[in-house]
């Protein structure tokens, strides 16, 4: 059973940095891309940012230069480090395998940035 838990979010100004941690388990980790996912309020959900087994990493045009996806294959960990957030940023955002497990998704972690 794929279980992934989001954790690290929370609120901040603009211009602020927040560091969003993945746990997964029951999953092969080290042989899957994985990816970081957002859903702003009435609005679909996005992948925001990837990283494949080797490291390779793609970014959404509109976090590129600003997040930074990484990954511990050791702690089967997948981390998204944010700077300069702005309020449109703000969404709940999921760890899932890229492309995602459709019982992957977990509870998704808050994070707010205010203006």
């Known amino acids: 059973q794929v279980q992934l838990v989001e954790s690290g979010g929370g609120l901040v100004q603009a211009g602020g940095s927040l560091r969003l941690s993945c746990a997964a388990s029951g999953v092969i980790f080290s042989l899957n891309a994985m990816g970081w996912y957002r859903q702003a309020p009435g609005k679909e959900r996005n992948l925001v940012a990837r990283?494949?087994?080797?490291?390779?990493?793609v970014y959404a045009d509109s976090v590129k230069g600003r997040f930074t996806i990484s990954r511990d294959t050791a702690k089967n960990m997948v981390y998204l480090q944010m700077k300069s957030l702005k309020p449109e940023d703000t969404a709940v955002y999921y760890c899932?395998?890229?492309?995602?497990?459709?019982?992957?998704w977990g509870q998704g972690t808050q994070v707010t940035v205010s203006s």
């Open positions: 899932n395998r890229f492309p995602p497990y459709p019982t992957g």
């Open positions: 990283i494949t087994s080797s490291g390779s990493t």
